[in-house]
T-cell receptor
Framework: GENVEQHPSTLSVQEGDSAVIKCTYS??????FPWYKQELGKGPQLIID?????GEKKDQRIAVTLNKTAKHFSLHITETQPEDSAVYFC??????????FGTGTRLLVSP | EPEVTQTPSHQVTQMGQEVILRCVPI?????FYWYRQILGQKVEFLVS????????KSEIFDDQFSVERPDGSNFTLKIRSTKLEDSAMYFC??????????????FGPGTRLLVL
């Protein structure tokens, strides 16, 4: 079955810096890759997603890139703000069915 | 904005007791899911449900677990005889699909289950 690896496990940046989180997946059949933000005590909230027919997608300060050949995808956050501090999870799916999550990255943005 | 809701937010139970976790998916969604997250770990898939039947389940989802859509709005997860290792946050999710158009899963806020 699918296995998703995520790095780093923790990431500390200064406000205004960029943050990059990387994930790799194992199943070449996976074709949908969402990113979720989880704040303390809350459920995962979708922040951006990408489908396998697209190499890059951007939404304001957030972007995601996908390399199907290498089976990896990355989340890029620019101009980080303290409210970006949270745990970020990548996930992979085939046909929007069950999501296989990465292990999470705790992002801390210091003022 | 429509959202997935879950009740209760917290549940404490004794080992061996039955618990029912409840979810109200987004109203026009037809695909429903349960996931769990043990403290400090990643979110794990338990089961998916469509058209009143289980479409996929994980190894975690053994005979102690069951799901039901008892009416047009609720989606429940039952654990028949809870074990200490069932202590986790349980998330319900739902998504919309029609023809070739599919959307992502939206998650509820979770139920924190503690088995003593």
């Amino acid at each position: 079955g699918e296995n998703v690896e995520q790095h780093p496990s923790t990431l500390s940046v200064q406000e205004g810096d960029s943050a990059v989180i990387k994930c790799t997946y194992s199943d070449s059949a996976s074709n949908y890759f969402p990113w979720y933000k989880q704040e303390l005590g809350k459920g995962p909230q979708l922040i951006i997603d990408i489908r396998s027919n697209v190499g890059e997608k951007k939404d304001q300060r957030i972007a995601v890139t996908l390399n199907k050949t290498a089976k990896h995808f990355s989340l890029h956050i620019t101009e980080t703000q303290p409210e970006d501090s949270a745990v970020y999870f990548c996930a992979a799916s085939t046909g929007f069915q069950k999501l296989v999550f990465g292990t999470g990255t705790r992002l801390l943005v210091s003022p | 904005e429509p959202e997935v809701t879950q009740t209760p937010s917290h549940q404490v139970t004794q080992m061996g007791q039955e618990v029912i976790l409840r979810c109200v998916p987004i109203s026009n969604h037809l695909y429903f899911y349960w996931y769990r997250q043990i403290l400090g770990q990643k979110v794990e898939f338990l089961v998916s449900f469509y058209n009143n039947e289980i479409s996929e389940k994980s190894e975690i989802f053994d005979d102690q677990f069951s799901v039901e859509r008892p009416d047009g709005s609720n989606f429940t997860l039952k654990i028949r005889s809870t074990k200490l290792e069932d202590s986790a946050m349980y998330f319900c999710a739902s998504r919309w699909e029609r023809g070739d158009r599919r959307e992502t899963q939206y998650f509820g806020p979770g139920t924190r289950l503690l088995v003593l």
